[in-house]
């Protein structure tokens, strides 16, 4: 019964931590989402020593870090190439690694990781849908791995979170394109303004006027808008 009630409270803890970062990955940039998604996995398994690992054009590299041996065991050359990392990317599911003394000579990570008091890490993947956005690195100091216990937990929380990822992602995106398309209309705009003037004051056609523009913008080595937009300044101000 006691055990059951732990459970219980480890859920409600876990889901009110979900929550916070889902609040949270509203206005974040995304280091600060890979940040809340450490501090997610350490409260719920305890593990101190955490990284995520981000895909950026195809590959993994780390993007945060909760200790100095976690950065450490990451920046590492040889951190990108272990099969742990690849094996969860490839599943997308959760890889548990045992670093042993026999793994010293023909694996520098595990090396690594057991200098600095590591015997086992747990990679998670931070996935939505087939796409991988990243990894969580937890590594665990126990001999005996029984931080793999806040797994059960930490696993889902981790799935859900790349889902919100995936989502805030698509909404930055979203928000750069219609600020590139605002910016294209604001230039359109003011070109057809130029357009007007230039056509009016010099007595050209439409046509020409553009071509004037244009040819000013490729002399000058500026976007039409800039030289469309110094035009209608120019113009307006000068009196009639």
């Known amino acids: 019964m006691e055990n059951t009630r732990h459970e219980n409270r480890t859920d409600t803890d876990a889901a009110r931590l979900m929550l ?3 609040d949270a990955f509203a ?9 809340a998604v450490l501090a997610m996995c350490t409260d719920t398994t305890g593990l101190a020593d955490a990284a995520f690992l981000g895909s950026v054009a195809g590959s993994l590299d780390p993007v945060a870090f909760t200790s100095a041996a976690a950065r450490a065991l990451e920046s590492a050359p040889e951190a990108s190439l272990r099969s742990s990392v690849a094996s969860c990317v490839e599943s997308a599911g959760t890889v548990t690694k045992e ?6 000579p023909f694996d520098g990570h595990a090396a690594a990781a057991l200098n600095a008091g590591f015997h086992h890490e747990y990679v998670l993947p931070v996935a939505s849908r087939s796409e991988v956005l990243g990894v969580v690195v937890l590594y665990d ?7 793999r216990e806040g797994l059960r937990v930490a696993a889902p ?3 859900v979170a790349g889902v919100l990822m995936r989502h805030a992602r698509t909404a930055d995106i979203s ?8 910016s294209a209309l604001d230039g359109r705009v003011v070109i057809e303004q130029a357009k007007g003037l230039l056509a009016g004051r010099d007595g050209v056609g439409i046509d020409d006027a553009f071509r004037i523009l244009r040819m000013r913008a490729r002399n000058e080595r500026r976007s039409v808008a800039d030289v469309a937009a110094e035009t ?3 113009l307006r101000s000068t009196p009639r």
């Open 20 to 22: 916070g970062v889902a």
């Open 27 to 35: 206005d974040a940039t995304a280091r600060d989402r890979a940040v």
């Open 99 to 104: 670093f042993l003394p026999s793994d010293v």
């Open 141 to 147: 100091a126990d001999e005996l791995g029984r931080g």
């Open 157 to 159: 929380l981790v799935s």
């Open 175 to 182: 928000v750069e394109l219609a600020g590139q398309l605002r």
């Open 232 to 234: 209608v300044s120019s």
